[in-house]
Protein backbone atom coordinates (compact mmCIF):
# COMPACT_ATOMS: atom_id res chain seq x y z
CA UNK A 1 0.00 0.00 0.00
CA UNK A 2 1.53 3.52 -0.52
CA UNK A 3 2.18 5.67 2.04
CA UNK A 4 -0.14 9.35 1.72
CA UNK A 5 2.06 11.85 1.75
CA UNK A 6 0.58 15.62 2.68
CA UNK A 7 0.94 18.19 0.21
CA UNK A 8 3.62 20.90 0.18
CA UNK A 9 0.96 23.67 -0.34
CA UNK A 10 -2.12 22.43 1.54
CA UNK A 11 -5.28 24.62 0.00
CA UNK A 12 -5.71 28.32 1.70
CA UNK A 13 -9.03 28.35 1.35
CA UNK A 14 -12.20 26.07 2.65
CA UNK A 15 -16.04 25.85 1.51
CA UNK A 16 -18.55 28.06 3.55
CA UNK A 17 -20.53 24.83 3.90
CA UNK A 18 -17.42 22.39 5.55
CA UNK A 19 -16.35 25.28 7.56
CA UNK A 20 -20.02 26.12 9.32
CA UNK A 21 -19.84 22.07 9.96
CA UNK A 22 -16.13 21.85 11.71
CA UNK A 23 -17.13 25.31 13.95
CA UNK A 24 -20.70 23.63 14.48
CA UNK A 25 -18.12 20.37 15.60
CA UNK A 26 -15.75 22.71 18.10
CA UNK A 27 -12.90 21.55 15.84
CA UNK A 28 -12.30 24.88 14.09
CA UNK A 29 -13.11 28.89 15.63
CA UNK A 30 -13.80 31.61 13.33
CA UNK A 31 -11.16 34.77 13.24
CA UNK A 32 -13.26 37.44 11.76
CA UNK A 33 -11.03 40.00 10.07
CA UNK A 34 -13.25 43.15 9.26
CA UNK A 35 -12.89 46.41 10.83
CA UNK A 36 -14.72 47.31 13.85
CA UNK A 37 -17.29 49.79 11.45
CA UNK A 38 -17.83 46.99 9.28
CA UNK A 39 -19.19 45.12 11.83
CA UNK A 40 -21.30 47.43 13.42
CA UNK A 41 -22.61 47.92 9.82
CA UNK A 42 -23.11 44.39 8.70
CA UNK A 43 -23.52 42.32 12.27
CA UNK A 44 -21.23 40.20 13.80
CA UNK A 45 -20.54 36.45 13.64
CA UNK A 46 -21.85 34.45 16.58
CA UNK A 47 -18.79 33.13 18.58
CA UNK A 48 -16.11 34.39 16.37
CA UNK A 49 -13.52 35.77 17.53
CA UNK A 50 -12.61 39.13 15.79
CA UNK A 51 -8.91 40.39 15.01
CA UNK A 52 -9.12 43.47 12.44
CA UNK A 53 -6.81 42.30 9.23
CA UNK A 54 -5.17 45.93 9.15
CA UNK A 55 -4.18 45.16 13.17
CA UNK A 56 -3.10 41.70 12.66
CA UNK A 57 -0.77 43.19 9.97
CA UNK A 58 1.02 45.88 11.96
CA UNK A 59 1.26 44.23 15.22
CA UNK A 60 3.35 41.58 12.63
CA UNK A 61 5.29 44.44 11.35
CA UNK A 62 4.07 44.11 7.99
CA UNK A 63 3.84 48.07 6.38
CA UNK A 64 -0.20 48.96 5.25
CA UNK A 65 -0.71 50.77 2.21
CA UNK A 66 -2.14 54.12 2.62
CA UNK A 67 -5.35 52.95 1.99
CA UNK A 68 -4.88 50.62 4.57
CA UNK A 69 -3.89 53.03 7.05
CA UNK A 70 -6.55 55.48 6.31
CA UNK A 71 -9.08 53.10 6.80
CA UNK A 72 -7.05 51.77 10.11
CA UNK A 73 -6.48 55.22 10.96
CA UNK A 74 -4.95 54.36 14.93
CA UNK A 75 -1.63 54.30 16.32
CA UNK A 76 1.39 51.90 16.13
CA UNK A 77 -0.39 48.29 18.02
CA UNK A 78 2.13 48.37 21.26
CA UNK A 79 3.51 44.71 23.03
CA UNK A 80 0.21 44.41 24.68
CA UNK A 81 -1.20 44.25 21.47
CA UNK A 82 0.66 41.28 20.03
CA UNK A 83 0.65 39.15 23.00
CA UNK A 84 -2.97 39.42 23.16
CA UNK A 85 -3.09 38.62 18.89
CA UNK A 86 -1.18 35.45 20.00
CA UNK A 87 -2.54 34.42 23.45
CA UNK A 88 -6.21 34.75 21.51
CA UNK A 89 -4.60 32.69 18.34
CA UNK A 90 -2.40 30.42 20.69
CA UNK A 91 -5.30 29.59 22.72
CA UNK A 92 -7.21 28.24 19.83
CA UNK A 93 -4.69 26.12 17.73
CA UNK A 94 -2.54 24.77 19.66
CA UNK A 95 -3.95 24.46 23.46
CA UNK A 96 -7.56 23.34 21.71
CA UNK A 97 -5.99 22.01 19.00
CA UNK A 98 -8.91 24.13 16.55
CA UNK A 99 -8.55 25.60 12.96
CA UNK A 100 -8.18 29.03 12.32
CA UNK A 101 -10.84 30.05 9.85
CA UNK A 102 -10.14 33.12 8.77
CA UNK A 103 -13.45 35.75 7.67
CA UNK A 104 -13.94 39.10 6.13
CA UNK A 105 -17.03 40.17 3.52
CA UNK A 106 -15.85 38.44 0.64
CA UNK A 107 -12.96 36.20 1.12
CA UNK A 108 -9.96 38.29 -0.66
CA UNK A 109 -8.91 40.05 2.91
CA UNK A 110 -9.37 36.54 4.85
CA UNK A 111 -7.39 34.87 2.24
CA UNK A 112 -4.23 37.15 3.05
CA UNK A 113 -4.82 36.89 7.13
CA UNK A 114 -4.71 32.90 6.06
CA UNK A 115 -1.40 33.14 4.83
CA UNK A 116 0.08 35.47 7.10
CA UNK A 117 -0.85 33.16 9.87
CA UNK A 118 0.45 30.28 8.47
CA UNK A 119 3.46 31.94 7.16
CA UNK A 120 3.99 32.02 11.22
CA UNK A 121 3.77 28.44 11.33
CA UNK A 122 -0.24 28.17 12.11
CA UNK A 123 -0.42 25.18 9.77
CA UNK A 124 -4.19 24.72 10.18
CA UNK A 125 -5.51 28.58 9.23
CA UNK A 126 -7.52 28.68 6.42
CA UNK A 127 -9.91 31.53 4.71
CA UNK A 128 -14.01 31.00 4.26
CA UNK A 129 -14.55 30.82 0.39
CA UNK A 130 -16.80 33.86 -0.14
CA UNK A 131 -16.37 35.13 3.22
CA UNK A 132 -19.10 36.53 5.13
CA UNK A 133 -21.76 36.96 2.02
CA UNK A 134 -21.01 33.00 1.03
CA UNK A 135 -21.02 32.13 5.38
CA UNK A 136 -24.42 33.53 5.85
CA UNK A 137 -26.40 32.38 2.59
CA UNK A 138 -26.56 28.83 4.72
CA UNK A 139 -28.85 30.55 7.18
Not at 10 to 33: H, N, T, Y
Request: aromatic content about 6%; overall charge negative.
Amino acid sequence: MAAVTPTENPPLEIKPEIAREIVRLKIAILIDVRQPFELDLEGRVDDAETIPLFDLKKVLGHTLTAEEQEILDCDLPTAKDARIFLSIINKHHYQQGNVLLCLCNSGKRSLHAAQLLRSMGYERAYSVTGGIRAWRELD
